[in-house]
């Protein structure tokens, strides 16, 4: 019996070959049903006359979204009330009233019913770009600050004059939208109730669409891109639900979605439908109601998740052609290159979300890529890649990667065989750099990461106007990530330069710019006059319900206790 000399080969693959055939990047256009209900109620002392009026965030038709159909309607008591139609703050409102709410006294509960179908068509194609040296005029409301997007704030103008500084409208668009998506956190548990600013944001590092959204917009208009919110309703890939992404405007091609959160820019996927376009993520309000009343009533409500059923889908094709280059074989602790070679063959010009997946057992820095090609273009783009760290004589591993565009995944093996030679002893890189302004005291945060697993360093020195001011040091783990702060104080307006040394020198220059001051306005309290009209309110104290009958009773006991008293004080005389 001949004895034979065996390797032995071990295929691994990551669950994304299968997770990702339905990724939301490659539905071209989509159809849906939408049903969304508000369950409702109201109380307080209701009198003849009262009257309640509701708003409730309609959907209207926009140029890629289309209704098919729509249905709004109102149940309460033993009728049904049709809307009529609005638009406040550029929000499109059904409108119900209650003329006459003592009608439905005994019968307070009502619900709000909301039944579409929209077609969503993701319209790829970007005319030609434009300079922003020249400002964009017209949208100025588009431009201002706002509660969550605040262009007027030191630390987020500074760090757009340092990591934004082309001039070209098309790369700051995909720049912006690239490092939002590779340096924020998607954190659902801790972010998902409640809605956090741009500044906010940018000292977290974490958030959900929101927070993605807002820090886009606020880094985009610092650029004088005028950028409008967008609420709405998308699908993740497994399910559907709320969400907010941004829309910017760019001359000569006019709207286009930009929605850092799934990393995409120049448009929107087919999956994403709107629902109201606003200045700021606090004023798509779904619901508004206002009563018109003798006596204070209180109106609760609850708008329940919406039920979506995807009646069809068409994905993205002939976008693009793709080819992947990797080595042949690679070694544990190796560091290496993957490349994809894009052509864009769509027509027209667009900026295209590409993204490297690989086995969790490899490190990549930025896997998701934003790339502008004109039509007809061809560029390659880098990744730097390390193997993982494993320790064998005879066995090859293969392991399943692909790079994800949005007409498709192309699958590929990395394969790594037996260590021959020595490793690399570190390699640090510098993943960000972000300055931080407090008072009069500027905190430069630099993330360092080291692919290698022996222990690197990095030695930092800072300039202000050419003056030495601080250096440091400080060392990186193996497989490691670290966060060196740097701090100079008394800082005032002007240049700060760093020179990073680690494998290589890096030189940056950070450009702090004059603080803005918020102008505080006088606020002088006015005693109201009485009020003999019915008033308006929105009040939140449960008061039980009346009728006209315990109404009349409650008239005729004062008349009666009043007529009791004139009788002692006439005796009295």
Same mark, same amino acid.
Request: overall charge negative; aromatic content about 10%; charged content about 25%.
């Given at each position: 019996?001949?004895?034979?000399?065996?390797?032995?080969?071990?295929?691994?693959?990551?669950?994304?070959?299968?997770?990702?055939?339905?990724?939301?990047?490659? %539905?071209?256009?989509?159809?849906?049903?939408?049903?969304?209900?508000?369950?409702?109620?109201?109380?307080?002392?209701?009198?003849?006359?009262?009257?309640?009026?509701?708003?409730?965030?309609?959907?209207?038709?926009?140029?890629?979204?289309?209704?098919?159909?729509?249905?709004?309607?109102?149940?309460?008591?033993?009728?049904?009330?049709?809307?009529?139609?609005?638009?406040?703050?550029?929000?499109?409102?059904?409108?119900?009233?209650?003329?006459?709410?003592?009608?439905?006294?005994?019968?307070?509960?009502?619900?709000?019913?909301?039944?579409?179908?929209?077609?969503?068509?993701?319209?790829?194609?970007?005319?030609?770009?434009?300079?922003?040296?020249?400002?964009?005029?017209?949208?100025?409301?588009?431009?201002?600050?706002?509660?969550?997007?605040?262009?007027?704030?030191?630390?987020?103008?500074?760090?757009?004059?340092?990591?934004?500084?082309?001039?070209?409208?098309?790369?700051?668009?995909?720049?912006?939208?690239? *490092?939002?998506?590779?340096?924020?956190?998607?954190?659902?548990?801790?972010?998902?109730?409640?809605? *956090?600013?741009?500044?906010?944001?940018?000292?977290?590092?974490?958030?959900?669409?929101?927070?993605?959204?807002?820090?886009?917009?606020?880094?985009?208009?610092?650029?004088?891109?005028?950028?409008?919110?967008?609420?709405?309703?998308?699908?993740?890939?497994?399910?559907?639900?709320?969400?907010?992404?941004?829309?910017?405007?760019?001359?000569?091609?006019? *709207?286009?979605?930009?929605?850092?959160?799934?990393?995409?820019?120049?448009?929107?996927?087919?999956?994403?439908?709107?629902?109201?376009?606003?200045?700021?993520?606090?004023?798509?309000?779904?619901?508004?109601?206002?009563?018109?009343?003798?006596?204070?009533?209180?109106?609760?409500?609850?708008?329940?998740?919406?039920?979506?059923?995807?009646?069809?889908?068409?994905?993205?094709?002939?976008?693009?052609?793709?080819?992947?280059?990797?080595?042949?074989?690679?070694?544990?602790?190796?560091?290496?290159?993957?490349?994809?070679?894009?052509?864009?063959?769509?027509?027209?010009?667009?900026?295209?979300?590409?993204?490297?997946?690989?086995?969790?057992?490899?490190?990549?820095?930025?896997?998701?890529?934003?790339?502008?090609?004109?039509?007809?273009?061809?560029?390659?783009?880098? *990744?730097? %890649?390390?193997?993982?760290?494993?320790?064998?004589?005879?066995?090859?591993?293969?392991?399943?990667?692909?790079?994800?565009?949005?007409?498709?995944?192309?699958?590929?093996?990395?394969?790594?065989?037996?260590?021959?030679?020595?490793?690399?002893?570190?390699?640090?890189?510098?993943?960000?750099?972000?300055?931080?302004?407090?008072?009069?005291?500027?905190?430069?945060?630099?993330?360092?990461?080291?692919?290698?697993?022996?222990?690197?360093?990095?030695?930092?020195?800072?300039?202000?106007?050419?003056?030495?001011?601080?250096?440091?040091?400080?060392?990186?783990?193996?497989?490691?990530?670290?966060?060196?702060?740097?701090?100079?104080?008394?800082?005032?307006?002007?240049? %700060?330069?760093?020179?990073?040394?680690?494998?290589?020198?890096?030189?940056?220059?950070?450009?702090?710019?004059?603080?803005?001051?918020?102008?505080?306005?006088?606020?002088?309290?006015?005693?109201?006059?009485?009020?003999?009209?019915?008033?308006?309110?929105?009040?939140?104290?449960?008061?039980?319900?009346?009728?006209?009958?315990?109404?009349?009773?409650?008239?005729?006991?004062?008349?009666?206790?009043?007529?009791?008293?004139?009788?002692?004080?006439?005796?009295?005389?």
């Amino acid at each position: 019996m001949k004895k034979f000399a065996s390797i032995m080969i071990l295929i691994l693959f990551s669950i994304f070959a299968h997770a990702y055939d339905f990724s939301p990047t490659n %539905v071209k256009e989509m159809d849906i049903t939408i049903e969304t209900k508000v369950l409702g109620n109201f109380s307080g002392v209701v009198t003849k006359g009262d009257k309640l009026e509701i708003k409730f965030l309609s959907i209207p038709e926009y140029e890629s979204q289309t209704l098919v159909y729509l249905q709004e309607f109102m149940k309460i008591g033993d009728k049904i009330i049709t809307p009529e139609h609005e638009t406040q703050e550029g929000i499109y409102y059904a409108v119900y009233k209650i003329e006459n709410l003592y009608e439905f006294a005994s019968t307070p509960e009502f619900v709000i019913e909301r039944n579409a179908r929209i077609r969503k068509n993701a319209e790829i194609g970007i005319n030609k770009d434009y300079n922003l040296s020249n400002l964009i005029i017209g949208f100025d409301e588009f431009l201002e600050q706002t509660d969550y997007m605040e262009v007027d704030d030191q630390e987020l103008r500074s760090k757009t004059n340092l990591e934004f500084t082309s001039d070209s409208e098309l790369e700051i668009i995909r720049s912006v939208s690239e *490092w939002v998506n590779n340096n924020i956190d998607y954190d659902f548990e801790n972010y998902y109730n409640g809605v *956090w600013s741009a500044k906010e944001t940018y000292n977290s590092r974490a958030g959900v669409c929101d927070e993605f959204a807002n820090l886009t917009g606020a880094f985009l208009r610092i650029k004088g891109i005028p950028v409008k919110y967008v609420s709405g309703t998308s699908f993740d890939g497994e399910r559907f639900g709320l969400h907010g992404w941004i829309e910017a405007y760019l001359p000569e091609t006019g *709207w286009i979605g930009v929605d850092s959160t799934y990393g995409e820019a120049g448009y929107v996927d087919g999956a994403h439908f709107i629902i109201a376009k606003t200045i700021d993520a606090n004023k798509a309000v779904d619901f508004i109601a206002k009563t018109t009343s003798r006596k204070p009533i209180q109106l609760s409500s609850e708008l329940q998740l919406p039920e979506i059923k995807i009646n069809s889908v068409k994905f993205f094709e002939n976008l693009l052609e793709t080819k992947i280059y990797k080595p042949s074989k690679v070694q544990p602790n190796e560091f290496f290159q993957i490349s994809a070679e894009l052509k864009n063959i769509s027509g027209k010009n667009a900026i295209f979300p590409v993204e490297l997946l690989v086995h969790e057992d490899f490190q990549v820095v930025d896997s998701a890529r934003l790339v502008y090609l004109k039509d007809n273009e061809k560029k390659e783009i880098f *990744w730097d %890649v390390k193997s993982p760290s494993k320790e064998f004589e005879s066995m090859i591993y293969n392991y399943g990667m692909a790079v994800m565009v949005p007409d498709g995944n192309i699958s590929d093996v990395i394969t790594l065989i037996p260590k021959a030679g020595s490793e690399k002893e570190s390699a640090v890189i510098i993943k960000d750099i972000s300055p931080f302004v407090s008072e009069n005291e500027l905190e430069i945060k630099i993330h360092f990461k080291n692919l290698g697993e022996k222990k690197g360093t990095a030695t930092i020195e800072s300039f202000f106007d050419g003056i030495s001011v601080t250096n440091g040091e400080t060392e990186i783990d193996g497989l490691a990530e670290k966060i060196y702060n740097l701090k100079i104080n008394e800082i005032r307006s002007g240049t %700060v330069t760093l020179k990073i040394i680690t494998d290589k020198e890096t030189v940056v220059e950070i450009n702090i710019p004059e603080k803005i001051e918020t102008q505080e306005l006088e606020v002088i309290e006015i005693e109201p006059e009485t009020q003999k009209e019915p008033e308006t309110n929105n009040n939140t104290v449960q008061i039980p319900l009346f009728t006209d009958e315990e109404l009349l009773l409650s008239i005729t006991g004062a008349l009666l206790v009043i007529s009791l008293l004139l009788i002692v004080i006439l005796k009295m005389k």
